[in-house]
């Protein structure tokens, strides 16, 4: 939260992050970082030499999660606790088309760390990292994973490096003064926790329902502003810590058979599929 007077006595501290004189709900900035992936109705391939997925021409689309993730902040600023909404993406100089998207859907302007490196988890954390203390958000919401690569890691590893509280799994988010209050689907049920902020929230699927962008909001997506950075200006080494070894396909599935009876079907459970006694 930067040098806000909201009527209520002297202005917090510059960016120090703190709200004690404040007693209504105010969020200054979010950022929600976003992934470009192979579209979900995509039948992903395998490469030839099992190296990866193989994307050439192939539809990419926004990551799931992350449509979620604008649209929460979006509703953030529509309901007056946000004033402005920052997209940011890491990738291929064509994850602008994502950025405008996100911009469509209501996102204020856009950021692309451009490499065309292969980023793996802990080197989009530390781009975001650097990128959160440029921009001095007061939440960051992701997705809880992409789709790609299902790792499920940048959001808590970014909650780490900036050593800021986070609630994974959102279902619902609510801000009040200088807090955020989330429910987090768990285990059998959902888990409710209240953070201070800064802090990081990763979305779930029940957060909320993605809008679609129309078409005036598309052609207004073009005007808004899209700066273009690389992770050697922001002092971030993003080489691969880890060796992928192998992609394969997963096992082809088998045909089924069909059965008379049920006394058929018992005896089969138990003699060919051995999962009765
Ligand atoms: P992952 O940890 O890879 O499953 O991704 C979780 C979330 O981190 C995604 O839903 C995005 O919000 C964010 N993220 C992952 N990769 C990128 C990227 N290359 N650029 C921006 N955000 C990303």
Same mark, same amino acid.
């Given at each position: 939260?930067?040098s806000? =007077?909201? #009527?209520?006595g002297?202005?917090a #501290?510059?960016?120090?992050?703190n709200?004690p004189?404040?007693?209504?709900?105010?969020?200054? !900035?979010? &950022? $929600?970082?976003?992934?470009?992936?192979? %579209?979900f109705?995509v !039948? $992903?391939? $395998?490469?030839? =030499? #099992?190296?990866?997925v193989?994307?050439?021409?192939?539809?990419?689309s926004?990551?799931?999660?992350?449509e979620?993730?604008?649209?929460?902040?979006?509703?953030?600023?529509?309901?007056?606790?946000? +004033?402005?909404?920052v997209?940011?993406?890491?990738g $291929?100089?064509a994850?602008?088309?994502?950025l405008?998207?996100a911009?469509?859907?209501?996102?204020?302007?856009?950021? &692309?760390?451009?490499t /065309?490196?292969d980023l793996? @988890?802990?080197a989009?954390?530390?781009?975001?990292?650097?990128?959160?203390q440029?921009e001095?958000?007061?939440?960051?919401?992701?997705?809880?994973?992409?789709? =790609?690569?299902?790792?499920?890691?940048?959001?808590?590893?970014l909650?780490a490096?900036?050593?800021?509280?986070?609630a994974?799994?959102?279902?619902?988010?609510?801000?009040?003064?200088?807090?955020?209050t989330?429910?987090?689907?768990? %285990?059998?049920? &959902?888990?409710?926790?209240?953070?201070?902020? @800064?802090?990081?929230?990763? +979305? %779930?699927?029940?957060?909320?329902? @993605?809008?679609y962008?129309?078409l005036?909001?598309?052609?207004?997506?073009?005007?808004?502003p899209?700066?273009?950075?690389?992770?050697?200006? &922001?002092?971030? /080494?993003?080489?691969p810590?880890? +060796? +992928?070894?192998?992609?394969?396909?997963p096992p082809?599935?088998?045909g089924?058979g069909?059965?008379?009876d049920?006394k058929?079907?018992?005896a089969?459970?138990?003699?060919?599929? !051995?999962?009765?006694?």
């Amino acid at each position: 939260m930067s040098s806000v =007077d909201c #009527g209520n006595g002297p202005a917090a #501290g510059s960016k120090g992050y703190n709200y004690p004189h404040l007693s209504l709900p105010m969020i200054m !900035k979010i &950022l $929600v970082p976003i992934k470009r992936v192979v %579209d979900f109705n995509v !039948k $992903v391939r $395998v490469k030839a =030499d #099992g190296s990866g997925v193989d994307t050439a021409n192939v539809k990419m689309s926004m990551n799931p999660f992350d449509e979620i993730a604008i649209e929460e902040a979006v509703r953030l600023k529509e309901k007056g606790t946000a +004033t402005e909404v920052v997209a940011v993406t890491c990738g $291929v100089a064509a994850c602008q088309e994502t950025l405008r998207t996100a911009l469509a859907l209501g996102a204020d302007r856009a950021i &692309l760390v451009e490499t /065309d490196a292969d980023l793996q @988890p802990l080197a989009v954390a530390k781009l975001l990292q650097a990128i959160a203390q440029q921009e001095k958000p007061d939440l960051v919401i992701l997705g809880k994973q992409a789709i =790609d690569d299902d790792a499920n890691q940048t959001g808590q590893m970014l909650a780490a490096l900036l050593d800021w509280p986070q609630a994974t799994f959102a279902s619902k988010v609510d801000i009040g003064s200088g807090v955020a209050t989330v429910k987090r689907e768990v %285990d059998g049920g &959902l888990e409710t926790i209240e953070m201070k902020l @800064p802090a990081i929230v990763t +979305t %779930d699927l029940r957060l909320n329902e @993605p809008r679609y962008a129309t078409l005036p909001n598309i052609m207004k997506a073009k005007k808004k502003p899209l700066a273009t950075t690389a992770p050697a200006a &922001l002092g971030v /080494d993003v080489a691969p810590r880890l +060796t +992928t070894l192998e992609v394969v396909e997963p096992p082809k599935r088998k045909g089924g058979g069909k059965v008379a009876d049920v006394k058929e079907l018992v005896a089969k459970l138990r003699t060919e599929a !051995k999962v009765i006694p």
